[in-house]
């Protein structure tokens, strides 16, 4: 079956919905778009699934503001360019240093980074809450949170020890977050 510029106005339209498989859909068809685009710019595997990723997050979020007047695709590759902004502003704020004061160019003061006791024991509080609510998904959410935040197993790892298809599991570990984002702000 050919995809047309109709189809794709129709899917978007039946996402605006809130239609699951709409979103599955617009997230198979362009999902190489993207992540081409973004691997191009960023050289990092890694880096390009999260930004990925993060770009259909949002997109799916804010489908309700999409401008038909646009291509689909262009607007998609614009948030995953500002979501490649945001990535790099956060690498670059927490490298900076600055060295403008006299008396800190002849010996600096590098801040003891080591956590302390204190930093352990909330760190702790803080991952026994997570896991708390993480306990409040679906099985199968906990299951795709576990191995890719806890075992730190890649997508294509879980897809492979789940048995699944690699879009599958990208749906399920975006549909997760967003869900245990939700559980985190409905406690706060």
């Not at 129709?10 to 973004?38: C, H, P, R, S």
């Amino acid at each position: 079956m050919e995809i047309t510029t109709e189809i794709i106005r129709n899917t978007i339209e039946k996402a605006k919905t809130g239609d699951q498989v709409a979103f599955t859909f617009l997230l198979d068809f362009y999902w190489n778009e993207v992540y081409g685009f973004m691997l191009k710019r960023t050289e990092n595997e890694t880096d390009t699934e999260d930004i990925t990723i993060e770009t259909f997050a949002k997109a799916f979020d804010k489908i309700a503001t999409y401008n038909p007047e646009f291509g689909f695709n262009t607007w998609l590759i614009a948030i995953a360019k500002n979501v490649h902004i945001d990535m790099l502003r956060k690498k670059k704020s927490s490298l900076f240093v600055d060295f403008n004061n006299e008396e800190d160019s002849q010996a600096y003061d590098i801040a003891d980074t080591t956590p302390s006791v204190e930093d352990e024991i909330i760190k702790e509080q803080n991952l026994a809450r997570l896991l708390l609510f993480i306990k409040e998904l679906k099985p199968a959410y906990q299951e795709v949170i576990q191995l890719r935040y806890f075992q730190e197993m890649s997508y294509q790892e879980i897809a492979e020890e789940l048995n699944e298809p690699l879009n599958n599991v990208k749906i399920k570990l975006l549909r997760a977050k967003k869900l245990l984002a939700e559980i985190i702000q409905q406690k706060r």
